[in-house]
């Protein structure tokens, strides 16, 4: 079936670190793939999105290629700050509008 | 625009106890989930609407768990009865027709 793998946390970063929170994903067809947040105490709230192959989604300084060679979706960020404090899930939405997200990853960075 | 609200945002009930979560979702958003998140882990789905029709409850306990959308806006997911494993965070989730999720709040059961 469909499915989503995201790298085991927790992170610890330092402020104005880079950040690298890797996903892939197993699908049948052109799923659609998602990176959200959630902060303490919170639901999710969408970060970005990529609805086909080749497609960058970006926000707040994040990004990820949606990348159908490697089925990945890696999510980036060039500087974090202590506010992207949070713990960050990879979904997938497959041809039939069925959801999948990772198992999240926590992320800490410390001033 | 206003949010998904859910309510209770905390709920502690003894095992055995009956209890219901309510979700009022985005207007205009015509499909609904719900999940249930674990400590740690990712949320997993209990049942998908598409209005008011349950299209996915492939992972919904029936045994002890219904749920049900009237008039394809608010819904209810209950518990009856709880258990000590029951104890999660319960998201609700609305999208446009083949858009994306937005979250509510999330209760917080806890099974004691």
């Known amino acids: 079936g469909d499915s989503v793998t995201q790298m085991e946390g927790p992170v610890t970063l330092s402020e104005e670190a880079f950040l690298t929170i890797n996903c892939t994903y197993t699908?049948?067809?052109?799923?659609?793939l998602f990176w959200y947040v959630q902060y303490p105490g919170e639901g999710l709230q969408l970060l970005l999105k990529?609805?086909?192959?080749?497609d960058k989604g970006s926000n707040k300084g994040f990004e990820a290629t949606y990348r159908k060679e490697t089925t990945s979706f890696h999510l980036e960020k060039g500087s974090v700050q202590v506010s992207d404090s949070a713990v960050y899930f990879c979904a997938l939405r497959n041809t039939g509008n069925q959801f999948y997200f990772g198992t999240g990853t926590s992320l800490t960075v410390i001033p | 625009e206003a949010g998904v609200v859910q309510s209770p945002r905390y709920k502690i009930i003894e095992k055995k106890q009956p209890v219901a979560f309510w979700c009022n979702p985005i207007s205009g958003h015509n499909t609904l989930y719900w999940y249930r998140q674990n400590l740690g882990q990712g949320p997993e789905l209990l049942i998908r609407?598409?209005?008011?029709?349950?299209?996915?409850d492939s992972q919904l306990p029936k045994d002890r768990f219904s749920a049900e959308r009237l008039k394809g806006v608010d819904s209810t997911l209950k518990i009856q009865p709880a258990e000590l494993g029951d104890s999660a965070v319960y998201l609700c989730?609305?999208?446009?027709?083949?858009?994306?999720?937005?979250f509510g709040p999330g209760t917080r059961l806890t099974v004691t």
């Open positions: 609407y598409e209005n008011e029709e349950a299209v996915d």
């Open positions: 699908a049948t067809g052109y799923p659609s």
């Open positions: 990529a609805t086909k192959a080749d």
């Open positions: 989730a609305s999208s446009p027709r083949r858009g994306e999720q937005y």
